[in-house]
């Protein structure tokens, strides 16, 4: 399967994606994720992205494009993948439209998740996030076993230094004037499966699973 999810920051994207992928055992790609390992990890490119996500804005899609280039080379992509994030341009949008093409490859869905922005600024609020493998937790709609510790991993439990107020507030106004335009760009292709990310992790991911099969 080959799988892109869009939506809104704080959506769900993370979440809906980390069960998606054992469904179908496919890596997860989230271009988000990959910035903030290179951050981590002190690599220039990493420091280049920070700047930009610490802003609210989008990293440039020269930059992101590459990144996703490389990575559609590791032998784990061959047979499918899920995007989590990525495009959010329509440059973004193009290029893998290139990317595929060259690999003869096409996507299965694209999946879009939306939510109104309220509900979205909730979430992002009480989001916590594993600093050591990455994965998705809510203070309230999904905490882990033990407070403030990955179930997964045992590592820390932290909060994403662009979840704050103003950034949030500027990652939605970028949203909706450079990402949302990707939705009528796939749509013209008759490709969208809408989901309705305001309900529950599980009932979205049931909508999707049945939306998938009927695509099929
Ligand atoms: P990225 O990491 O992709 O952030 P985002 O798009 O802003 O989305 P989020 O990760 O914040 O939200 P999500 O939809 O994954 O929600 P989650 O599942 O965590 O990108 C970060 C930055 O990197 C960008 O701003 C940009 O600068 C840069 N970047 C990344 N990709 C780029 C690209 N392609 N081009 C250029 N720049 C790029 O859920 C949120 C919270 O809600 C969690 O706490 C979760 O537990 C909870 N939750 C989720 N679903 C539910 C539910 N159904 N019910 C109750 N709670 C829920
Ligand atoms: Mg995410």
Redesign the pocket.
């Known amino acids: 399967m080959r799988i892109i999810i869009l939506?809104p920051?704080?959506?769900?994207?993370?979440?809906e994606a980390e069960i998606l992928v054992e469904q179908f055992n496919i890596p997860h790609i989230?271009?988000?994720?990959i910035?903030r390992e290179l951050f981590q990890q002190d690599s220039p490119l990493g420091k280049i992205a920070h700047e930009?996500?610490d802003r609210?804005?989008?990293?440039p899609d020269d930059i992101?494009n590459q990144i996703v280039r490389h990575r559609l080379s590791q032998p784990d992509a061959q047979n499918g993948f899920l995007f989590?994030?990525?495009?959010?341009?329509i440059p973004?949008a193009i290029a893998l439209d290139q990317f595929l093409e060259e690999k003869g490859w096409q996507l299965d869905a694209v999946i879009n998740i939306h939510a109104d922005d309220e509900l979205i600024v909730k979430?992002?609020g009480?989001?916590r996030i594993c600093e050591n493998c990455g994965r998705?937790?809510?203070i309230v709609?999904?905490p882990p076993k033990v407070e403030n510790i990955c179930d997964t991993c045992g590592g820390r439990l932290i909060q994403r230094d662009?979840d704050n107020e103003e950034t949030v507030s500027k990652?939605l106004e970028i949203y909706h004037r450079q990402t949302e335009p990707v939705i009528d760009y796939y749509e013209q292709s008759g490709r969208v499966i809408h989901a309705d990310?305001s309900?529950?992790?599980e009932k979205?991911n049931q909508d999707i699973m049945k939306a998938l099969g009927e695509h099929h």
């Open positions: 939506g920051p704080g959506v769900g994207k993370g979440s989230s271009t988000g994720h910035f930009y996500i609210g804005e989008l990293v992101t989590d994030g990525y495009p959010r341009s973004q979430r992002i009480g989001r998705i937790y809510h709609n999904n662009d990652r990310g309900q529950t992790i979205t």
